[in-house]
């Protein structure tokens, strides 16, 4: 599961829940190498710091991907 979550987040979705509710697994699919959409992301996952942070750096790597310069 981690392996596809690393390279597609939105697969996140169709984990069990058991996978759904481990912290790791969704940094690893905000992570991503195509991220999980931010809207996915459980309630109870959205107030915590490194959630927060990691779907900052998320954003500021596709910004960056996007416009190089």
């Not at 195509?34 to 500021?60: E, M, T, V």
């Amino acid at each position: 599961a981690m392996l596809a979550i690393s390279l597609e987040g939105n697969l996140y979705s169709y984990l069990p829940t058991r996978f759904r509710n481990n912290k790791e697994v969704l940094l690893s699919a905000i992570q991503s190498k195509n991220p999980l959409n931010p809207n996915s992301i459980p309630p109870q996952f959205n107030q915590l710091d490194d959630i927060r942070n990691a779907i900052k750096s998320s954003h500021l790597a596709r910004a960056k991907a996007l416009n190089p310069n």
